[in-house]
């Protein structure tokens, strides 16, 4: 099993910058992918970005060029930098850890964390 916890959310104004983090906890030797996803509400929760480990990261082209994922293996945490931010980012955003096997993986959810974007 894998525990989740996000942290890092809250209310910027357009243009303005959030970092948020998501620290993995439990059967973490068994992950091979960490991302970011997130749902606004009446809308379908979307892939935000991903991070393979030992890949390329990967980008919703919405966010290209302003948000970027990184991994920190050692503390098993996952961080999503968030630049240039836009009413249309406000959303819950949710990390996401994939474990075991490749083609079939364990999936985890993290609790979520509100992101507001003021215009």
């Known amino acids: 099993q894998v525990q989740l916890v996000e942290s890092g959310g809250g209310l910027v104004q357009a243009g303005g910058s959030l970092r948020l983090s998501c620290a993995a906890s439990g059967s973490t030797g068994s992950i091979h992918t960490m991302g970011w996803y997130r749902q606004a509400p009446g809308k379908q929760r979307d892939l935000v970005a991903s991070?393979?480990?030992?890949?390329?990261?990967n980008y919703a082209d919405s966010v290209k060029g302003r948000f970027t994922i990184s991994r920190d293996n050692a503390k098993n945490t996952v961080y999503l930098q968030m630049n240039s931010l836009k009413p249309d980012d406000s959303a819950v955003y949710y990390c996401n850890a994939r474990a075991g096997w490749r083609l079939a993986p364990d999936v985890y959810w993290g609790q979520g964390t509100q992101v507001t974007v003021s215009s």
């Open positions: 991070s393979v480990s030992g890949g390329s990261p």
